[in-house]
């Protein structure tokens, strides 16, 4: 029956905390993204569910879509699909270069990706200044909107993401064997894309 | 990226790293309360400004819109400059721009005075310590709320309120309760005790843990706020539904912002527990080794993640609506006013699970120490708490029996709603089980586990009936709701909350509370909190509604009785209160395993060293092998063991 | 197709993926809504059925911190039906005969999945016991001194404890012939062999036909 409460070892404070043991092959880090994004898309998912109610469900939601007299640019935001879309391929070149150690190829990439989705970013801005409606004309540019709106803060954080890879990266702190702080942001800039590749054919398409 | 290795991508200071700054340019500078004052300050006048700045571009009238410069000034970026201020970021924006990142000092980690509570620590034990004192703070608020609204309850009429304020009481209570008190609550009891149940020397990522810790205050605070509002605080429930949220006074924003600094928070931590549950573990410690705590906040881990965006959807529309005059809920738009409750119920069902799933895996380690028995079924036990999760999806529209959704969705509901009832029997039996024929120490937390069992199934039998839709048709809105509600989240979650306390503070902070005060403290809790609630059943059926301020006549009596046994119940607490810091003060020192229990936690001292353990732990048997002849759960100095194992060889 | 969480290339890929998956729903949507959710319905069926199927990436192998001392020779013997069985025994025997070789008998718990999952061990683990006083009893009576314990039902998680515990030299698994195993038994022994750096023999008793020798 030990008497009191002191630390095992109350002066080994400098000594660190031992090193936690591995229980998965995932790596946590990975695996911190993963679930990041898994509510993400559940966010997503929130949005998706308004937009299915007030296209579907409503007794009262118009034959056509979007109601008379207004229109989705599709075209434009196609164009800014194949941007976003291209960004990706960019990013993938980028980390592939990384991996090869090619640092010029790296930095070159990362900054096309950052730049295509800047220009993603104020296109969709331009987009809503022409679009001819604004939020307060109906249910229709609320979902518009709203679900275009949640994936362009998406993509802001994705470019916060990028802008520290590139620091980072003139920095010289990525190498063939540590790339992990460009593959993370790399698998969250993909999913921005996967995202957008969903909402541009729910809303504008379908 | 842990705490135990530098991130090998860049190069590092040397070792024993000085700050360049005196001390009074720190208490300005540094990270630390004072500069969260002023980042506050600054942070609401940017925001400010940049409404400002924008609506005069855009040329919006007027120029000074309240509600928009207090969403993005007071509730977006003055809490931004908050946690910036007090240092949450500090260590991200260092590595952000490039320069060499410090090695780990481990100033941030762990608490040697009082003053540590109040900073930026990675820590687990000290942040669930903040934790748990935090939600009891916003507990006393909250409890406070319903001592004033059963006051005014207390006889027909209105005597001390008027209803917006009424209405504003009644909603801020159930939203502390819920948002700052039960979920977060059993978020630090985890936070302390789930590492050291793994074997790991602290959670997955120690710096986003200090900073969901700090979010919580920022909700709180929000919602608190709101009275002082024009217009008074939120009043349309805890539920806030459109359309009647959308036409608030201001206060209602305060609700819709709270809530997603509380849910981010709650996702954060989540996160960090999965990734913690996930990939921390000692050897050996395989899934079916982990102690049933670790199981109950690794299910609720994924509920919250999964579930909690749905709420911060539902708020954004309804904020959206009220700010930026979407449709998404004014039907004269082409909006869908049913949605909102769909969409909010379909967390807020699941939320109900992550309020109560912590708590089983707090009464299963308390049951099975206090009967020094092994826990009963333990595998189902386990996979009853993953029934709950899959199954907790499939029953929101229970909550919408009677809000005019399609019919054929009732029915199949019903059914989902009353199969959960499989998987909470199996653990109930389970406990009943692991209780029968063992040596039972009727110490507090053991009196808590099991007013818990009792509580919870008179709650889980009126939610039996509530989950009959015609059951429901008739009790929906009366006080019928208000009890099961409290009989399943105060004879429920906060008894478990109340068991958890109890059993780990001798853990927590080295002294041993009082047992006498423990026990009167269970018994008035248990007899008034039956004596406010139960009679609740009784005039709910007979037609009294829930959220009234006046009510016949002929409630009365009924009323005058729980609003005085509701008093009784407040004042229990300080029962609680004056044991727990009396104990923490000057209580008897606590030795290591002061209920001789079998997982990690108990292996090491009381308080725990700083990184938890020398060596990680090796794990060779179940945690509950009680009685069993040789069982062990741990090997906990394995070095040292192997080091005796080889010299007997030689001896 | 590998998830697309395991790593930027896999993610990359699932974008591809994607980008078609869509342009058939939006093509297969122009010609009727009701074929579009179909081709939704279909897809997404196809990629989580692909993605369940899929295994992960092998385990890494664990190197065995070796208790016993220079001399010594440390051997596990997991045993779980066959502990009487005579090719174990005179396997055990041979070992024996190198001086200074100490044994550890582990005999799993081995249970059927109902009980398993209904936690059901105690008579699993009375007749573990069983098995392990006889073969305690039968190595005695050849001269050979060992030690042994009731592992758990699982024999990968029993090896595990013992390796952790015992620190062997190398591993001694018997099991039943491939027919009769138990559900846990299956895949043991390379299990272990993939998992371990130490050698691992696998003896393979059928009580049957010696009940019958």
Redesign the interface.
């Given at each position: 029956?030990?008497?009191?409460?002191?630390?095992?070892?109350?002066h080994?404070?400098?000594?660190?905390?031992?090193?936690?043991?591995?229980?998965?092959?995932?790596?946590?880090?990975?695996?911190?993204?993963?679930?990041?994004?898994?509510?993400?898309i559940?966010?997503f998912?929130?949005?998706f569910?308004?937009y299915f109610?007030?296209r579907v469900?409503?007794p009262?939601?118009?034959d056509q879509w979007p109601?008379e007299p207004y229109h989705f640019p599709v075209f434009v935001a196609g164009v800014n699909t194949a941007i976003l879309?291209t960004s990706?391929f960019t990013?993938?070149w980028a980390?592939q270069c990384i991996k090869r150690g090619e640092r010029a190829g790296f930095l070159a990439g990362m900054v096309l990706t950052f730049l295509m989705g800047l220009a993603f970013l104020l296109t969709q801005v331009v987009e809503y200044l022409n679009v001819g409606f604004n939020?307060?004309?109906?249910?229709?540019?609320?979902?518009f909107?709203?679900l275009t709106g949640l994936h362009g803060a998406h993509v802001f954080v994705g470019l916060s993401l990028l802008?520290?890879v590139i620091?980072?990266g003139?920095?010289g702190?990525?190498?063939p064997?540590?790339h992990?702080?460009?593959?993370l942001p790399?698998?969250y800039w993909?999913?921005v894309?996967?995202m957008w590749?969903?909402v541009y054919?729910t809303v504008y398409?379908? | 990226?842990?705490?135990?290795?530098p991130?090998?991508?860049?190069q590092q200071y040397p070792a024993h790293f000085e700050p360049p700054h005196g001390s009074t340019w720190r208490t300005f500078f540094g990270p630390g309360l004072v500069r969260g004052a002023w980042m506050t300050v600054a942070g609401f006048l940017i925001g400010m400004l940049l409404v400002l700045a924008l609506r005069w571009w855009w040329g919006w009238e007027p120029l000074w819109n309240t509600e928009v410069i207090l969403v993005v000034g007071g509730m977006v970026l003055a809490p931004i400059g908050f946690l910036a201020g007090i240092g949450s970021f500090d260590y991200w924006l260092h590595?952000?721009?490039?320069r060499p990142t410090r090695p780990?000092d481990?100033s941030g980690h762990?608490a040697k005075t009082w003053k540590d509570y109040f900073r930026v620590n990675t820590d687990h034990k000290v942040i669930g310590i903040q934790y748990l004192v935090t939600t009891f703070a916003f507990f006393t608020i909250g409890g406070l709320m319903a001592m004033f609204f059963r006051a005014e309850l207390a006889q027909p009429g209105l005597q001390f309120v008027d209803s917006q304020t009424f209405n504003g009481l009644v909603s801020v209570h159930a939203t502390l309760m819920i948002f700052l008190f039960i979920i977060p609550a059993f978020a630090g009891l985890a936070n302390f005790a789930v590492p050291l149940m793994l074997?790991?020397?602290?959670m997955?990522?120690p710096r986003l843990n200090a900073l969901s810790f700090w979010l919580l205050p920022i909700a709180g605070l929000m919602f608190v706020a709101s009275f002082l509002a024009p217009g008074g605080a939120f009043g349309a429930g805890w539920t806030g539904y459109a359309p009647l949220a959308e036409g608030q006074p201001l206060g209602q924003t305060f609700f819709n912002m709270g809530v997603q600094w509380a849910g981010a928070s709650s996702?954060m931590t989540a996160?960090n527990f999965?990734?913690t549950i996930?990939?921390?573990?000692?050897?050996g410690?395989t899934f079916w080794r982990m102690p049933l705590l670790v199981w109950a906040n690794f299910t609720t881990s994924l509920l919250v993640?999964?579930?909690?965006?749905?709420i911060?959807?539902?708020q954004?529309?309804v904020m959206?609506?009220r700010v930026?005059?979407?449709?998404?809920f004014?039907?004269e738009?082409?909006?869908?006013v049913?949605?909102y409750q769909?969409?909010f119920w379909?967390y807020s069902h699941p939320a109900v699970y992550i309020m109560m799933l912590p708590g089983f895996g707090i009464v299963s380690e308390v049951i099975s120490s206090m009967s020094r028995k092994p826990i009963f079924g333990y595998r189902l036990m386990a996979l009853s708490l993953l029934g709950i999760l899959v199954l907790g999806f499939s029953v929101w529209a229970h909550h919408m029996f009677v809000a005019g959704m399609a019919d054929w969705l009732r029915v199949p509901m019903m059914i989902t709603t009353l199969l959960i009832a499989i998987p909470t029997g199996i653990k109930v039996f389970s406990w009943i089980a692991t209780l029968w024929r063992g040596r039972i120490h009727l110490t507090t937390p053991m009196l808590f586990a099991l007013g818990f069992v009792t509580m919870f199934v008179i709650g889980g039998l009126s939610g039996i009936y509530l989950g009959s839709v015609p059951i429901d048709i008739a009790a929906s809105d009366t006080y019928f709701i208000v009890a099961h509600i409290h009989y399943v989240l105060f004879g429920g979650s906060v008894f478990t909350i109340y068991a958890g306390v109890y059993y780990w503070f001798p853990k927590m902070t080295?002294?041993m509370y009082s047992e006498t005060l423990g026990k009167w403290h269970f018994w008035m809790t248990f007899l008034s909190f039956n004596a406010t609630f139960f009679p609740m059943h009784y005039v709910g059926l007979r037609g009294m509604p829930r959220r009234v301020f006046d009510y016949d006549e002929a409630f009365g009596n009924m009323n005058l009785f729980i609003s005085i046994a509701s008093f009784v119940l407040g004042a229990s607490f300080v029962l609680f209160v004056y044991n727990v810091i009396t104990s923490w003060q000057r209580g008897p020192?606590?030795?290591?395993?002061p209920w001789r229990a079998r997982t990690l936690e108990w292996q090491?001292?009381?308080?725990?060293?700083?990184?938890?353990?020398?060596?990680?732990p090796q794990v060779v048997g179940g945690p509950y092998e009680y009685g069993v002849p040789g069982a062990r759960h741990a090997i906990l100095t394995p070095t040292k063991e192997a080091q005796k194992e080889a010299e007997e060889v030689h001896a | 197709m590998e998830s697309?969480?395991?790593?930027?290339?896999a993610?990359?890929r699932?974008?591809l993926i994607?980008?078609g998956a869509?342009a058939l729903?939006?093509l297969a949507?122009a010609a009727s809504t009701l074929l579009?959710f179909l081709t939704f319905l279909v897809l997404s069926g196809i990629a989580i059925a692909m993605y369940l199927r899929q295994r992960?990436?092998a385990?890494?192998t664990t190197q065995v911190r070796q208790l016993g001392g220079p001399e010594e020779r440390r051997v596990l013997v997991v045993a779980n039906e066959t502990v009487a069985g005579e090719e174990l025994l005179s396997t055990i025997s041979t070992l024996a005969l190198s001086e200074q070789t100490r044994f550890r008998v582990v005999c799993p718990a081995l249970n059927s999945r109902l009980k398993t999952y209904t936690s059901d061990e105690d008579p699993a683990r009375a007749a573990a016991q069983e098995r392990l006083d006889v073969t305690l009893a039968r190595l005695a009576s050849v001269g050979i001194e060992a030690s042994g314990e009731v592992g758990d039902g699982d024999p990968l998680v029993a090896v595990d404890d013992a390796v952790r515990t015992f620190g062997p030299n190398e591993i001694v698994i018997s099991t039943h012939p491939p027919g009769r195993s138990n559900w846990l038994e299956k895949g043991v022994v390379d299990s272990v062999r993939s998992r371990y750096d130490v050698p691992v023999t696998h003896v393979v008793v059928d009580l049957a036909v010696e009940a019958g020798a």
């Open positions: 029956m030990t008497a009191h409460a002191e630390p095992l070892h109350g080994e404070d400098h000594h660190g905390p031992p090193p936690a043991n591995q229980s998965s092959r995932v790596d946590a880090r990975t695996l911190g993204m993963l679930l990041f994004i898994g509510s993400e559940m966010l998912g929130s949005f569910a308004a109610f007030v469900v409503n009262g939601a118009p109601p879309v990706s990013m993938h980390l939020t307060g004309d109906g249910a229709f540019a609320s979902v909107f709203g802008l520290m620091i980072r003139f920095r702190h990525f190498s064997e540590h992990h702080g460009v593959e790399g698998i993909h999913f894309d996967v590749i969903v054919a398409l379908l | 990226m842990t705490a135990t290795h991130s090998p991508d860049v590595y952000i721009s490039g780990e481990h762990g074997g790991a020397p602290d997955a990522f996702i996160l999965l990734v996930i990939t921390m573990r000692a050897p410690m993640v999964l579930a909690t965006p749905f911060a959807g539902s954004f529309f959206f609506d930026m005059h979407t449709s998404f004014v039907p738009g082409g909006g869908y049913l949605g769909h969409i379909f080295g002294r020192v606590a030795e290591a395993n090491v001292s009381s308080p725990p060293p700083i990184f938890n353990f020398d060596e990680i | 697309p969480f395991r790593s930027e290339a993610a990359f699932f974008l994607t980008i869509f729903i939006v949507s579009g992960g990436p385990p890494e």
